[in-house]
């Protein structure tokens, strides 16, 4: 029987809590974890070993989230590393603009802290095609619409924010 | 001789006829031959009542009054009156009196408006003598302090029963010169109320002072101005912090989140290991809560400071101690220089405290960030232009620029699990609670450095309210 291998997972944040979290529920998930606490760090882990996707919180000391990606994308191998961003500044000054840059011009997907296992879970198996049961499928599919939605109206301007809420208000 | 004289002077018989007299009076009074003085005077048609004239020839001594007569015009004049006798014989009788009189009315008017001009200038002027008695007051300080001449300038300031200490009359009776000074007193009301004083000397002579007038003006609205001002920009920095307080919120949700998870996957799996990392990650989340808590509600409440007088070096050795054996362990030197002319000041030695444990903390952690060897905290005590001045500096990581333009604005913190990102906010609170001012210089991986700076005018200006 062929050896199942495993999806590599990069999961960057200063936050010991939230490193160990994230790893506990990706592991449970049946991933292999490598933890980084900031973006130099995770930028030599990327350097020994390319992983299958990074998990990559925005706010950090030393290197962000941002400058962790824009370095990244500089590089052949390393710009098609899929992430997802986790972060607890997508509404505020600390965080926003990198956000706005990040899913304008790179990783599309973001979750806001605080996450559930699942929808994490869920939203990292769609970006890697691997979502299998059709909870997990729905799941991932409403935390990406989410998203979608949720980069919409943060860019939209007031005359299409009146329209999207006149149809949302008509679905009711 | 007689016509040379500049006042209005007329000789007058023992039955008040009038019978010699200069220009000055005819151009005064107006024609005075064959008349009575009364009539020429005060056109009245018999003897004035307490009659100047009348006295001298009944006493023969000179007398002089203040009197009311009417002009030539028919204007009412206020004048002075010498009555002098006039004997044609020596040792006979008064013959004659010679009345010189001089106006008084362009002075008296002078005085009217002198008066007006007291009385209603918005602000407050008291004149007080050398044992600090008020001997005069205006309007505006009986309505705000009462009826209060004869009585000590301090007790009806302050309610106080010495002297003021750094009083600015006790100053202008010493050297005459002006003083200006900030106060704070107690109105009849009861109300605080909050002066700036100028005292000016009244001299006698040309070497003393006899009386000191003290003029002030109530500032009490522009201070409730100030601190609304600045209550108004502590609870911008609260509502910013409110902004940024989710963050940490959110984190802790997470670091909840993730322990019930663990703990859960934990009972599932019967793992003691994982049901303890789960509850550990609980229990530390929990605590971070409750720090977050408080420190938000020490951070949102305005406070002044309870000011002592204190030596800045002593405040700083307290920090060292407390931090010099965290710092050796990580390598790090941790040292302080007090600066030989750096003299007692008031300071909150609880606030301070609270400063230098932040700014050390800080700068700890950030030598702890960085790569290099040899890396040190020093904290240095001086004054500079009657400043006195805290620096905290290393030789760590250093700042990122887009981060220092966040530093004291934003609920932040770049020490991960560690602070609840309120420690320099709350520095820059107490630093402005002592009227000071804290800056940051610093360059990504060349260290940063702490400055605060307290005017000593204003640490001494906020423990004399503080006093009163």
Known sequence: ?172 | MFQQIPYNVAVIDRDYNIVEANSNFKDYFGSWQNRKCYTVYKKLNEPCENCPTKEVFKKGNPVVADAVGIDQHGRKTHYVAHVLPIKIKKGGKVEYAMEMTRTVTETDRWQQEYQILFDRVPCYITVIGEDYRIVRANEAFRENFGDVLGQHCYKVYKRRNTKCPNCPAEKTFKDGKVHQSSQQGIAKNGQKIHYAVSTSALMRGSDSVAHVIEISNDVTAMKRLEEKVIDAERLGAVGQTVAGLAHSIKNILMGLEGGKYIVSLGLNKNDKGMINQGWEMLERNFDKTTSLVKDFLSFSKGRLPELEMVNPGDLVLEIVDLYKDIAAQSGIELKSVTEKNVKSAPLDPAGIHTCLTNLVSNAIDACLMSKQKGTEVLITVSESRDKLIFEVKDNGSGIDYEIKKKIFTTFFTTKGGGGTGLGLLTTRKIVQEHGGKILVISQKGKGAKFRMEFPRKRLMALYKEAKV
């Open chain 1, 1 to 172: 029987m062929p050896e199942i291998i495993k999806k590599k997972i990069l999961v960057v944040d200063d936050e010991k809590d939230v490193r160990e979290f994230l790893s506990a529920a990706l592991v449970e998930a049946g991933f292999d974890v490598i933890l980084a606490e900031d973006g130099n760090i995770a930028l030599e882990e990327v350097k020994k070993q390319i992983p299958d996707l990074i998990s990559l919180d925005l706010v950090m000391p030393k290197k962000s989230g941002a400058k962790l990606h824009r370095e990244l994308s500089k590089h052949k191998e390393w710009s098609k590393i899929p992430i997802i961003i986790v972060t607890g500044h997508a509404r505020d000054d600390l965080g926003k603009s990198d956000l706005k840059e990040l899913t304008m011009s790179g990783p599309g997907v973001y979750l806001e802290k605080p996450v559930k296992p699942n929808n994490y879970i869920a939203a990292i198996k769609k970006i890697l095609n691997m979502a299998t049961t059709d909870e997990e499928k729905e799941t991932a599919e409403t935390v990406h619409l989410q998203s979608d939605l949720k980069n919409i109206i943060d860019n939209a301007d007031p005359e299409t924010l009146k329209k999207l809420k006149e149809m949302i208000n008509k679905t009711k």
